[in-house]
T-cell receptor, first 111, second 111 residues
Framework: GESVGLHLPTLSVQEGDNSIINCAYSNSASDYFIWYKQESGKGPQFIIDIRSNMDKRQGQRVTVLLNKTVKHLSLQIAATQPGDSAVYFCAENIRGNQFYFGTGTSLTVIP | NAGVTQTPKFQVLKTGQSMTLQCAQDMNHNSMYWYRQDPGMGLRLIYYSASEGTTDKGEVPNGYNVSRLNKREFSLRLESAAPSQTSVYFC??????????FGPGTRLTVT
């Protein structure tokens, strides 16, 4: 099946800096993507989504960019805070109810 | 509004034993899902139920069965547990095929 991969398994940033987490996908037919945040010992939590007819979508302190040409999406977190420390997953939907999840990037915010 | 709840939170089984993981949601969602999460791997879909009365296999269904008891409840059964089924199991629900809400997870160890 299709898989979603992440460029960097770990990322450390200083508090207040911006964070960028990357994700590559392999299926050009994928039409919908989601970013999730997972804190230690908890289930994944929805952050933001984007459809394939969009290049960019903004939320509160987060922005997702989609580059369909190179099959890449990124999650940008502005003014990163200690509470942003978590594992971040991208998920790709290619058919029906099925999503494929990446392995995750662990973000550590240094106070 | 509790969202998605799962029981039990932790479970230890011996090889060959059976058990059922319970999941319930109070958001009136049509679709429900069971995932497993293993170290270094993304979430993998075991089974899903697009609506009450229907269930479908996901990426890794072998060794599992599910029951969509009603709109609120979706259970996952291990008939004869194996060490390879040691994992963290997450239940999720969604209103459509998009944003999914996850429960807190069940940590299962099979010895």
């Amino acid at each position: 099946g299709e898989s979603v991969g992440l460029h960097l398994p770990t990322l450390s940033v200083q508090e207040g800096d911006n964070s960028i987490i990357n994700c590559a996908y392999s299926n050009s037919a994928s039409d919908y993507f989601i970013w999730y945040k997972q804190e230690s010992g908890k289930g994944p939590q929805f952050i933001i989504d984007i459809r394939s007819n969009m290049d960019k979508r903004q939320g509160q302190r987060v922005t997702v960019l989609l580059n369909k040409t190179v099959k890449h999406l990124s999650l940008q977190i502005a003014a990163t805070q200690p509470g942003d420390s978590a594992v971040y997953f991208c998920a790709e939907n290619i058919r029906g109810n099925q999503f494929y999840f990446g392995t995750g990037t662990s973000l550590t915010v240094i106070p | 509004n509790a969202g998605v709840t799962q029981t039990p939170k932790f479970q230890v089984l011996k090889t060959g034993q059976s058990m059922t993981l319970q999941c319930a949601q109070d958001m009136n969602h049509n679709s429900m899902y069971w995932y497993r999460q293993d170290p270094g791997m993304g979430l993998r879909l075991i089974y899903y139920s697009a609506s009450e009365g229907t269930t479908d296999k996901g990426e890794v269904p072998n060794g599992y069965n599910v029951s969509r008891l009603n709109k609120r409840e979706f259970s996952l059964r291990l008939e004869s547990a194996a060490p390879s089924q040691t994992s963290v199991y997450f239940c999720a629900s969604s209103a459509a095929i998009y944003e999914q809400y996850f429960g807190p997870g069940t940590r299962l160890t099979v010895t």
